[in-house]
């Protein structure tokens, strides 16, 4: 299998093994998570590696992908190619406990799965060159992978397990942390697969108690399970 370029039958492939890469440097202790931006970085670097570090390689933050009608945020967190004719867009969320707090759980899941919403918007648009999204996440936080006993929005599910079928449409929430519209899903399963879970809470990590979400493909069409 080519890994210098990025195509239809290699995409997947690299996008889990850079996260993978991400994740063993962090576990390590050789590489820092503080913020989403750094996860961003991270995989963007890692991605680069895989593919040799193509000339051809190209890769944008916070791209302007998004009418102001379309969207409340017109930015995509990342874009990447090596031809222009199979662009692949992602979308990345790193909810973390600070030290006084947790984050609002919430509401970031209800934009986790605007997130998803998004990108399927964005691959199934007319005339686009954006063939592939994926949707990466990484949190120390159990509330994003154990249901527990939601009474805000409970209809925000990224719990470990959690599926969504296909073209399932996730109706508005209610305020301050829902979203005010019905949210597309893409045309086939969407599946919340979280590994590491153990790892959340435990002092000895020093803070790298992560657990990581296995990256979710918005296609274009059926998309099979990995």
Same mark, same amino acid.
């Given at each position: 299998?080519?890994?210098? +370029?990025?195509?239809?039958?290699?995409? =997947? +492939?690299?996008?889990?093994?850079?996260?993978?890469?991400?994740?063993?440097?962090? *576990?390590?202790?050789?590489?820092?998570?503080?913020?989403?931006?750094?996860?961003?970085?991270?995989?963007?670097?890692?991605?680069?590696?895989?593919?040799?570090?193509?000339?051809?390689?190209?890769?944008?933050? @916070?791209?302007?992908?998004?009418?102001?009608?379309?969207?409340?945020?017109?930015?995509?967190?990342?874009? !990447?190619?090596?031809?222009?004719?199979?662009?692949?867009?992602?979308?990345?969320?790193?909810?973390?406990?600070?030290?006084?707090?947790?984050?609002?759980?919430?509401?970031?899941?209800?934009?986790?799965?605007?997130?998803?919403?998004?990108?399927? +918007?964005? &691959? +199934?648009?007319?005339?686009?060159?954006?063939? &592939?999204?994926?949707?990466?996440?990484?949190?120390? *936080?159990?509330?994003?992978? %154990? *249901?527990?006993?939601?009474?805000?929005?409970? =209809?925000?599910?990224?719990?470990?397990?959690?599926?969504?079928?296909?073209?399932?449409?996730?109706?508005?929430?209610?305020?301050?942390?829902?979203?005010?519209?019905?949210? %597309?899903?893409?045309? =086939?399963?969407?599946?919340? !697969?979280? @590994?590491?879970? *153990?790892?959340?809470?435990?002092? @000895?990590?020093?803070?790298?108690?992560?657990?990581?979400?296995?990256?979710?493909? &918005? %296609?274009?069409?059926?998309?099979?399970?990995?």
């Amino acid at each position: 299998m080519a890994t210098d +370029h990025l195509m239809a039958s290699n995409v =997947h +492939h690299l996008v889990v093994s850079a996260l993978a890469a991400v994740r063993a440097r962090v *576990e390590a202790g050789d590489a820092l998570l503080s913020s989403e931006d750094t996860l961003k970085f991270a995989f963007a670097w890692q991605l680069g590696r895989l593919l040799g570090f193509n000339d051809n390689y190209r890769f944008d933050f @916070e791209v302007p992908a998004f009418a102001a009608s379309e969207s409340e945020d017109m930015f995509l967190d990342l874009l !990447a190619f090596t031809d222009p004719r199979f662009r692949v867009a992602f979308e990345f969320k790193l909810p973390k406990a600070s030290v006084s707090h947790n984050s609002n759980s919430t509401q970031t899941r209800a934009k986790i799965c605007r997130d998803i919403a998004r990108l399927t +918007h964005l &691959v +199934h648009r007319p005339g686009n060159d954006i063939q &592939v999204g994926y949707f990466i996440c990484a949190t120390d *936080e159990r509330a994003y992978v %154990s *249901e527990g006993k939601k009474r805000s929005n409970p =209809h925000y599910k990224t719990y470990d397990g959690t599926s969504y079928p296909a073209s399932t449409i996730i109706e508005p929430g209610r305020p301050p942390n829902g979203i005010d519209r019905p949210l %597309s899903f893409p045309p =086939h399963d969407v599946r919340f !697969a979280w @590994e590491g879970i *153990e790892n959340i809470g435990r002092a @000895e990590l020093s803070g790298r108690g992560f657990a990581w979400l296995k990256p979710i493909k &918005v %296609s274009q069409g059926w998309s099979p399970a990995p």
